[in-house]
Nanobody, 119 residues
Framework: QVQLVESGGGLVQAGGSLRLSCVASGSIFSRHAMGWYRQAPGKQHELVAAITSVGLTKYADSVKGRFTISRDNAKNTVYLQMNSLKPEDTAVYYC?????????????WGQGTQVTVSS
Protein backbone atom coordinates (compact mmCIF):
# COMPACT_ATOMS: atom_id res chain seq x y z
CA GLN A 1 0.00 0.00 0.00
CA VAL A 2 1.29 3.42 -0.97
CA GLN A 3 2.05 5.80 1.89
CA LEU A 4 2.57 9.52 1.29
CA VAL A 5 4.00 11.79 3.98
CA GLU A 6 4.01 15.53 3.39
CA SER A 7 6.00 18.11 5.35
CA GLY A 8 7.34 21.65 5.16
CA GLY A 9 4.22 23.74 5.55
CA GLY A 10 3.89 26.67 7.89
CA LEU A 11 2.88 30.28 8.36
CA VAL A 12 4.53 32.81 6.07
CA GLN A 13 3.92 36.40 5.09
CA ALA A 14 2.81 37.30 1.59
CA GLY A 15 5.79 37.37 -0.74
CA GLY A 16 7.61 34.72 1.25
CA SER A 17 8.71 31.22 0.31
CA LEU A 18 8.25 27.66 1.50
CA ARG A 19 9.54 24.31 0.31
CA LEU A 20 7.29 21.30 0.69
CA SER A 21 8.48 17.70 0.66
CA CYS A 22 6.62 14.44 0.15
CA VAL A 23 8.15 11.04 0.77
CA ALA A 24 6.43 8.10 -0.92
CA SER A 25 6.72 4.45 0.01
CA GLY A 26 5.06 1.25 -1.09
CA SER A 27 5.42 1.77 -4.83
CA ILE A 28 8.14 2.03 -7.45
CA PHE A 29 8.52 5.78 -7.09
CA SER A 30 10.59 6.38 -10.21
CA ARG A 31 7.91 4.89 -12.45
CA HIS A 32 5.10 7.16 -11.25
CA ALA A 33 4.05 10.67 -12.05
CA MET A 34 3.80 12.79 -8.91
CA GLY A 35 1.66 15.77 -8.16
CA TRP A 36 0.99 18.41 -5.56
CA TYR A 37 -2.60 19.27 -4.77
CA ARG A 38 -4.13 21.77 -2.42
CA GLN A 39 -7.47 21.94 -0.68
CA ALA A 40 -8.85 25.15 0.73
CA PRO A 41 -11.71 25.03 3.25
CA GLY A 42 -14.95 24.02 1.59
CA LYS A 43 -13.29 23.28 -1.74
CA GLN A 44 -12.16 20.17 -3.60
CA HIS A 45 -8.58 19.14 -4.17
CA GLU A 46 -6.91 21.25 -6.85
CA LEU A 47 -3.88 20.05 -8.81
CA VAL A 48 -1.26 22.80 -8.68
CA ALA A 49 1.84 21.06 -10.07
CA ALA A 50 2.78 17.69 -11.51
CA ILE A 51 5.89 15.96 -12.77
CA THR A 52 6.14 12.87 -14.94
CA SER A 53 8.44 9.95 -14.35
CA VAL A 54 10.90 11.50 -16.82
CA GLY A 55 10.73 15.00 -15.37
CA LEU A 56 8.22 16.82 -17.56
CA THR A 57 6.25 19.35 -15.54
CA LYS A 58 2.80 20.89 -15.58
CA TYR A 59 1.44 23.79 -13.51
CA ALA A 60 -1.89 25.37 -12.76
CA ASP A 61 -2.13 28.86 -14.25
CA SER A 62 -2.48 30.34 -10.77
CA VAL A 63 1.02 29.18 -9.74
CA LYS A 64 3.01 29.37 -12.98
CA GLY A 65 6.22 31.28 -12.51
CA ARG A 66 5.99 31.07 -8.72
CA PHE A 67 6.00 27.34 -7.90
CA THR A 68 8.51 24.71 -9.02
CA ILE A 69 8.03 20.97 -8.70
CA SER A 70 10.98 18.61 -8.67
CA ARG A 71 11.74 15.03 -7.71
CA ASP A 72 14.61 12.99 -6.32
CA ASN A 73 14.07 9.36 -7.27
CA ALA A 74 16.95 8.21 -5.08
CA LYS A 75 15.11 9.60 -2.04
CA ASN A 76 11.56 8.71 -3.18
CA THR A 77 10.76 12.38 -2.64
CA VAL A 78 8.93 15.07 -4.56
CA TYR A 79 9.35 18.76 -3.70
CA LEU A 80 7.35 21.91 -4.25
CA GLN A 81 9.27 25.17 -4.06
CA MET A 82 6.78 27.96 -3.52
CA ASN A 83 7.91 31.56 -4.01
CA SER A 84 6.06 34.88 -4.01
CA LEU A 85 3.33 33.34 -1.91
CA LYS A 86 -0.09 34.99 -1.85
CA PRO A 87 -2.90 34.77 0.73
CA GLU A 88 -4.93 32.80 -1.82
CA ASP A 89 -2.30 30.05 -1.70
CA THR A 90 -3.48 29.24 1.82
CA ALA A 91 -4.61 25.60 1.92
CA VAL A 92 -3.67 22.12 3.01
CA TYR A 93 -1.19 20.75 0.50
CA TYR A 94 -1.10 17.08 -0.43
CA CYS A 95 0.95 14.98 -2.80
CA UNK A 96 -0.29 12.04 -4.81
CA UNK A 97 0.83 9.83 -7.64
CA UNK A 98 -0.33 7.89 -10.65
CA UNK A 99 0.99 5.94 -13.62
CA UNK A 100 0.62 9.18 -15.60
CA UNK A 101 -0.45 12.74 -14.79
CA UNK A 102 -3.83 12.03 -16.39
CA UNK A 103 -4.47 9.11 -14.02
CA UNK A 104 -3.70 11.02 -10.82
CA UNK A 105 -4.69 10.94 -8.02
CA UNK A 106 -4.21 7.20 -7.72
CA UNK A 107 -3.26 6.68 -4.09
CA UNK A 108 -4.97 7.38 -0.82
CA TRP A 109 -4.41 10.86 0.55
CA GLY A 110 -1.85 11.46 3.26
CA GLN A 111 -2.28 13.87 6.15
CA GLY A 112 -1.20 16.89 4.12
CA THR A 113 0.72 19.93 5.32
CA GLN A 114 -0.90 23.27 6.14
CA VAL A 115 0.29 26.38 4.33
CA THR A 116 -0.97 29.69 5.65
CA VAL A 117 -0.03 32.95 3.95
CA SER A 118 -0.79 36.13 5.84
CA SER A 119 -1.37 39.45 4.13
Amino acid sequence: QVQLVESGGGLVQAGGSLRLSCVASGSIFSRHAMGWYRQAPGKQHELVAAITSVGLTKYADSVKGRFTISRDNAKNTVYLQMNSLKPEDTAVYYCNQGPTIATMPFASWGQGTQVTVSS
